[in-house]
């Protein structure tokens, strides 16, 4: 079909399937990328494309042309994403010990880096139960925190992007993640005195 996204949606709203799944097939790998960025594991990716697929073509009456259609889908797949997330709690993963940023499938993630300069047994359970915390605290933001900074750690999105992806403004991601950072440091302190960034 050589047709415009938006009449595409026009003609699935009136009952054609076949333009939804034409929609689906043009916009699911974005979706899918999206979702495994989040949840760093294929299966759950495909799974949250999948509920997310399910819930646009459930909703898809109530889709106004706001935002693009890709858009609008990407926003249900980091939903989903974040909803198997919270179910498999502590699976997110997240580099706290230096390592080089890069996951088992080759791609490449923003570090939470914590200076030690020893990893003697003590150290390495103290980095260990850190990194636990940061996990908990990470899905214990509110969601459109936990949204903005699981986003930023995928490190594929940028400000400009994230905004995009969950229909705010820039100065509404840098505020979201403002306030993110905030409250995982505080999340952090009782576990390490010293001051230190990430």
Wanted: with cysteine; glycine share 4%.
């Amino acid at each position: 079909m050589n047709m415009s996204d938006e009449v595409l949606v026009s003609t699935a709203q009136s009952g054609d399937a076949n333009a939804f799944v034409e929609l689906s097939k043009r916009h699911s790998n974005r979706a899918l990328q999206t979702a495994y960025r989040i949840t760093r594991n294929r299966q759950d990716a495909e799974d949250a494309l999948q509920d997310s697929l399910l819930k646009a073509f459930t909703h898809l009456k109530t889709f106004q042309g706001k935002s693009s259609f890709s858009t609008w889908l990407t926003r249900i797949a980091i939903n989903s994403a974040l909803m198997i997330l919270r179910k498999k709690r502590g699976c997110f993963e997240i580099s706290i010990d230096g390592s080089d940023g890069i996951d088992d499938s080759g791609g490449r993630y923003e570090r939470w880096e914590v200076r030690s300069l020893t990893e003697d047994p003590e150290s390495r359970l103290a980095r260990e139960e850190r990194e636990e915390m940061l996990r908990d605290a990470i899905l214990r933001l509110p969601r459109v925190c936990r949204e903005v900074i699981e986003l930023r750690q995928a490190k594929d999105y940028s400000t400009r992007e994230i905004a995009q992806a969950l229909g705010i403004s820039v100065p509404a991601v840098k505020s979201r993640l403002s306030r993110a950072k905030m409250t995982l440091r505080s999340a952090l302190v009782p576990t390490d005195s010293q001051s230190e960034s990430y």
